[in-house]
């Protein structure tokens, strides 16, 4: 919006060598990452308990990205995230199960490839169901209707175990195959760099893909019309009705997307787990209400809106966690916690529950703002000491590229 | 019948429970506009007490301990808040998720592998009258939430606070400049709020209400009673009893005539039914936009 009807007082531009230098920097790193990413299984090697917490940290990030699209960019307070999760994973078991498998077990045979895109409609789908429940509501009153959704997994996934495979077992999902390429350990299997490429290396290329293509995804419905009817329905309703934007349709849009973003994480996180089990209770599990406030305090952390901010906070909230654990087993940190002391799941928790703190009381834009205040430190030194906060365009708080 | 009646005692019980932590948010939400996120953990900080000091110095002791430092909880939250000047009431609201994961986990982490009922004096007690069978911890709480609840609204509306507290949630800008401490008002929303969290957890973790002791299930029934205050309307003290009742009979209704793990959707689908109706609550106020 702001870049589109307020034009706001800019500094005048650097000279142009200093502006291409930026460039070439912005490419280099950019590049440097994107090798980094391609090369992890290289550089974990063998070992795959890294390569683990990787993985983890990329479901965190495409369902994180998901949320922030509806919470920061839309307005729209949702708890749900964790339904759609166990609606995407167990969407994909039934789709793609092996229907001879078992007689108690529902499955339809049909390829992982079709089960994928089969399970993120299905969420899709879903979210379109709850869109007249959640164009009614507003704030607190929709984050608390959509925590309905979540107890009504935790019933539906209890109840329904031709589907779950219920509480006690759960199933076990099948494999990914791309085109004949099985996502498991294969005998042979290609070597990359003396490292052989099996399950857990193939899988992080595959959520690494998937990650890359919901980011992709993302960034281009914020920079466009989609994002700005989304973020003109936040700031204002009735003004938004007023130019033109169809408020029901563009909320209902919001949590569709939201969802079918929520439901390839819960697909990955079948696949990165190896079995959909529904949960035993309400408050800790996979598809709880923890993971509703993990999710909500991913978005918090990387800042309400921010695509890039989402990654950021799946690696404080999700990869810190796994990490410790990871920590735990190989090394032995916290081995003389025992029962009752401090763990690895209480440290993360501690570390992102006072990140959250922080980021409210000191920075409410989270990871996002921080980031955009020290590019433009970089850009600019002389023209930021000037403005006071150090913040030269208060109003660009909508995630879009730096002009 | 005799169990249809059983079941509405117990049930009122149990919404008279909910009514209270209901009661707490609506406070703390009118005066202001924050939604504390925080309720479970208030709830907690009591429990623990109670746990950590019942053995020492008997148990009205603790729990006379714990209310207070549920209180005392919420007015230290109170000034976390208040320190965090560049927040809109939003943002406020997942401060306070920041600060329940951690306490949180801190208690649970405390508690360890425990999980203690609290509710010695009446727990797992039935009381038989007539033929029926009723809990003691409910028929007790049913007595202590009309008490609190009556005194809450008699204090409401007639003491000096809580004129203030109604005059600060019509108008913050004219209660303050008619002499109303601002602060003053908010604090001691907030140290009620914490008090009834403190009195609601004597009931919540017992074999009788939920059958599971002091734990992260406390935490989740503390969530339950966001239903009470969002289906009575946010910044209703009358819908959140309101509220609460209709969800502690919800609850146990459903759970002896449909099924057990029916009872909590069950609870947000009733929440749900009445949203969609009113979309604040029966008795909320409406939200008026002004083009």
């Known amino acids: ?403 | 019948m005799e169990t249809f009646v059983q079941l509405v005692v117990n049930g009122l019980g149990k919404g008279a429970v909910y009514a209270l932590l209901a009661l707490g948010f609506v406070v703390i939400f009118k005066a202001t506009e924050v939604v504390n996120f925080a309720h479970g953990s208030l709830v907690l900080v009591g429990g623990y007490l109670v746990y950590a000091l019942k053995d020492s110095m008997g148990w009205i002791g603790a729990a006379v301990v714990g209310i207070v430092s549920a209180a005392l909880a919420g007015l230290v939250l109170e000034r976390l808040l208040a320190g965090a000047r560049n927040a809109d009431h939003n943002g406020l609201a997942l401060l306070t998720i920041g600060v329940d994961v951690i306490i949180t986990e801190e208690i649970v982490r405390r508690i360890g592998a425990d999980i203690p009922f609290i509710g010695d004096p009446y727990d797992s007690q039935p009381i038989q009258i007539a033929g029926l069978t009723i809990f003691r911890t409910q028929s007790i709480a049913l007595v202590v939430g009309a008490v609190l609840i009556t005194a809450f609204f008699l204090a409401f509306r007639f003491s000096s606070w809580g004129v203030a507290m109604r005059a600060q949630a019509e108008n913050r800008e004219a209660a303050a400049l008619m002499g109303i401490r601002s602060s003053r008002v908010t604090a001691t929303a907030w140290l009620v709020a914490g008090a009834l969290a403190g009195v609601a957890v004597l009931f919540m973790a017992t074999q009788d209400f939920s059958g599971a002791g002091l734990g992260r299930g406390t935490h989740a029934i503390a969530l339950i009673a966001f239903p009470a205050a969002i289906l009575g309307g946010l910044d209703s003290t009358a819908g959140a009893v309101v509220g609460g009742l209709v969800v502690g009979l919800t609850e146990a209704l459903s759970a002896q005539y449909i099924s057990f793990e029916f009872s909590k959707s069950a609870v947000f689908l009733v929440m749900l039914l009445v949203l969609v109706i009113r979309p604040s609550g029966l008795f909320g106020t409406k939200e008026l936009s002004r083009v």
């Not at chain 1, 869109?131 to 107890?151: E, Q």
């Not at chain 1, 109840?159 to 042979?188: I, K, Q, V």
Request: charged share 15%; glycine share 12%; proline share 6%.
């Open chain 1, 1 to 403: 919006m702001s870049d589109t009807l307020v034009a706001s007082p800019r500094a005048p531009l650097p000279p142009m060598p200093a502006r291409r230098r930026r460039n070439w920097l912005k490419i280099v790193a950019t590049l440097l990452l994107f090798v980094l990413l391609l090369l992890l299984p290289i550089i974990t090697g063998t070992g795959v308990a890294y390569l683990k917490v990787a993985q983890y940290v990329l479901i965190g990030a495409v369902g994180g990205i998901g949320l922030t699209l509806l919470v920061g960019q839309a307005g729209q307070l949702s708890l749900a995230h964790p339904f759609f999760l166990l609606v995407g994973a167990v969407s994909y078991a039934v789709i793609a199960g092996d229907p001879e498998e078992s007689d108690d077990l529902v499955g339809l045979g049909l390829p992982p490839l079709v089960a994928v895109i089969g399970a993120v409609v299905i969420c899709g789908l879903i979210g379109l169901a709850f869109a007249p429940v959640a164009g009614r509501l507003r704030g607190i009153y929709l984050g608390v209707a959509s925590l309905s959704l979540v107890f009504l997994g935790l019933w539906l996934g209890q109840s329904l175990e031709m589907f779950t495979g219920g509480t006690s077992t759960g199933r076990t999902p099948p494999t990914f195959e791309l085109f004949g390429f099985p996502f498991s350990n294969a005998d042979p299997s290609p070597t990359l760099f003396g490292v052989a490429i099996e399950k857990e290396q193939r899988l992080w290329y595959l959520f690494l893909a998937l990650a890359f293509i919901a980011y992709f995804l993302a960034r281009g419905a914020v920079n466009s019309r989609v994002g700005r009817s989304w973020r003109a329905v936040r700031d204002n309703e009735a003004a938004a009705t007023a130019m033109g934007v169809d408020v029901r349709r563009v909320k209902a849009g919001a949590f569709v997307v939201s969802s079918a973003f929520a439901g390839l994480a819960g697909v990955m996180t079948a696949l990165w787990l190896d079995l959909v089990k529904p949960d035993e209770n309400e408050f800790t599990g996979t598809y709880s209400l923890a993971v509703s406030i993990a999710y909500l305090a991913i978005v918090i952390i990387g800042g309400l809106g921010s695509v890039p901010g989402a990654v950021v906070g799946s690696i404080v909230v999700y990869g810190l966690e796994k990490f410790f654990r990871l920590g735990a087993t190989e090394f032995g940190w916290f081995a003389e916690a025992e029962f009752g002391g401090i763990n690895a799941v209480v440290l993360s928790a501690f570390i992102y529950g006072a990140a959250v703190v922080l980021v409210v009381l000191f920075e409410p834009g989270g990871a996002a703002a921080i980031g955009r205040r020290l590019a433009a430190r970089m850009r600019r030194p002389a023209a930021v000491a000037s403005v006071p906060n150090g913040r030269p365009t208060p109003e660009r708080n909508d995630d879009d590229p730096p002009a």
